[in-house]
T-cell receptor, first 113, second 112 residues
Framework: EAQVTQNPRYLITVTGKKLTVTCSQN?????MSWYRQDPGLGLRQIYY???????DKGDVPEGYKVSRKEKRNFPLILESPSPNQTSLYFC????????????FGPGTRLTVL | GNSVTQMEGPVTLSEEAFLTINCTYT??????LFWYVQYPGEGLQLLLK?????DKGSNKGFEATYRKETTSFHLEKGSVQVSDSAVYFC???????????FGSGTQLTVLP
C-alpha cells in the first residue's frame, strides 16, 4: 500500500529538549515536504526536498532543520523546541512528473511546554 | 506572491443540503488548482484538481470549475452526507513555484 508514515503521532515535550519527527514514504517519490497546520492559518510549508541531499526552506523554516540522506526518509528536527512550535505537523511526498498530487502522512501533534 | 482565500467556516448543513465553499486565488502565472479534504484525525487527501481554465474537477459527487476570469475555484456538492464532515482546503501550485499554497481551510459539519 502506498503511504507516507510519520512517527510519533503524538508528542509532548519541554522547551529546549531536542526532538526528531520521522517521515518515510514507500512510493519512490523525489519530492518531500514538511508543513505545520495552525488554526486559521491553514498549512504552511516548513522545508522541502527535491531529491536526496537537496533541501530548501519553505515559508516558515525558523527553528527547524531537515535532512535527506535517503530518498524514502525526510526527518524534521527541532534542535531547541519552543512553545510557539506547538502545532500539528504533516509530511508529504510526490513524484516530480506530471501535475502535482501530494500524498500526506497522518500528522504528528506536538506540544511544547 | 501567491495566495488562496477561502470562505470562513465553520459551515454546518443538514444532510442532503447543497454545499458551496468559496475559494479565490492570486497567482503570478497560470496555476493548477486543488481541493484537499482532511477527515478527523487523518492527513490531507486530494479530492479533485484542475490544471487549466474552464477545466472541471470532480470526485465523490464534489465538483469545482477553474474560472480564470473570476480567479475562483469554488467547491460544490448537490447533496451532502454526514460522512462529508471534514475540513476542506483549497490550494494552488503556480507553474513557476515548487510548492503548494494552501487556504486556511473550511470546517464542514453535516448533521443527520
Amino acid at each position: 500500500e502506498a503511504q507516507v508514515t510519520q512517527n510519533p503521532r503524538y508528542l509532548i515535550t519541554v522547551t529546549g529538549k531536542k526532538l526528531t519527527v520521522t517521515c518515510s514514504q514507500n512510493m519512490n517519490h523525489e519530492y518531500m515536504s514538511w508543513y505545520r497546520q495552525d488554526p486559521g492559518l491553514g498549512l504552511r510549508q516548513i522545508y522541502y526536498s527535491m531529491n536526496v541531499e537537496v533541501t530548501d526552506k519553505g515559508d516558515v523554516p525558523e527553528g527547524y532543520k531537515v535532512s535527506r540522506k535517503e530518498k524514502r526518509n525526510f526527518p524534521l528536527i527541532l534542535e531547541s523546541p519552543s512553545p510557539n512550535q506547538t502545532s500539528l505537523y504533516f509530511c508529504a511526498s510526490k513524484g516530480l512528473a506530471g501535475v502535482d498530487t501530494q500524498y500526506f502522512g497522518p500528522g504528528t501533534r506536538l506540544t511544547v511546554l | 506572491g501567491n495566495s488562496v482565500t477561502q470562505m470562513e467556516g465553520p459551515v454546518t448543513l443538514s444532510e442532503e443540503a447543497f454545499l458551496t465553499i468559496n475559494c479565490t486565488y492570486t497567482a503570478t502565472g497560470y496555476p493548477s488548482l486543488f481541493w484537499y479534504v482532511q477527515y478527523p484525525g487523518e492527513g490531507l487527501q486530494l479530492l479533485l484538481k484542475a490544471t487549466k481554465a474552464d477545466d472541471k474537477g470532480s470526485n465523490k459527487g464534489f465538483e469545482a470549475t477553474y474560472r480564470k476570469e473570476t480567479t475562483s475555484f469554488h467547491l460544490e456538492k448537490g447533496s451532502v452526507q454526514v460522512s462529508d464532515s471534514a475540513v476542506y482546503f483549497c490550494a494552488l501550485k503556480d507553474g513557476s513555484a515548487r510548492q503548494l499554497t494552501f487556504g486556511s481551510g473550511t470546517q464542514l459539519t453535516v448533521l443527520p
